[in-house]
């Protein structure tokens, strides 16, 4: 049981520390300083994955095998993350004094953001769907895989998306200018543009 612990553990970090829309969001909302916008939006993205391992692993992967289903995801999905470049994209800039005009106004909205935008991620449902084919369905059904294997998911995410935020904090210093604020905001909006084109086609 303990090698397939850490077997979940390593799938669990791998997918979530590598780059994707959800920890571009996080290393954004890092730069904005702080503790709370980032913790929460870390803790609403990570939350989301769980429940959506744990639907994934009572049959939701059935339902998004229906072609309709998942075309429907992946366009409510891209329209959501379109909406989030562009505000990242357009973020206001502060003057002088080092401060940065926060992406999303305080923590509950940040923690939303990352809830909201993790459930309509379709890569993330599929991640969470190839999971359980791999770890919980070959256990003929037991409950404690599935559990483990929520469990670990959510504490992988939030170990992915911390690392980026936790990024963006070490980077805030380099980033107060307002010229680098517009570059690295622009940047940010346009790869996950790029995320929704790749989604969509």
């Known amino acids: 049981m303990n090698g397939d612990l850490v077997a979940m553990a390593v799938f669990a970090l791998v997918g979530a520390i590598t780059p994707g829309p959800v920890n571009l969001l996080a290393l954004r909302y890092g730069l904005d300083g702080g503790l709370a916008r980032p913790l929460g939006y870390v ?60 992406v999303a106004p305080g923590a509950w909205r940040a923690l939303l953001d990352g809830g909201i935008f993790q459930v309509l991620n379709p890569k993330a449902w599929f991640v969470a769907i190839s999971g359980v084919a791999l770890f919980v369905s ?27 935020a936790v990024a963006g904090g070490m980077l805030k210093a380099w980033y107060a200018p307002p010229r680098r604020q517009r570059l690295v905001n622009r940047v940010l909006g346009g790869a996950l543009g790029v995320t929704v084109i790749a989604m969509l086609f």
Not at 67 to 72: D, G, K, M, N, R
Not at 157 to 163: E, I, K, N, Q, S
């Open 138 to 164: 070959v256990d003929g059904g037991d409950k404690s895989a599935l559990t483990n294997f929520c469990v670990i998911s959510m504490l992988g995410c939030a170990a992915g998306g911390a690392a980026w």
């Open 43 to 102: 803790a609403g993205a990570s939350e989301s994955y769980g429940v959506q391992v744990w639907l994934a692993g009572v049959g939701a992967g059935l339902l998004l095998g229906h072609p309709a289903v998942a075309q429907l995801i992946q366009w409510v999905g891209a329209a959501y993350l379109a909406y989030l470049a562009w505000r990242v994209a357009t973020a206001p800039v502060h003057g002088g004094d080092g401060a940065v005009t926060p």
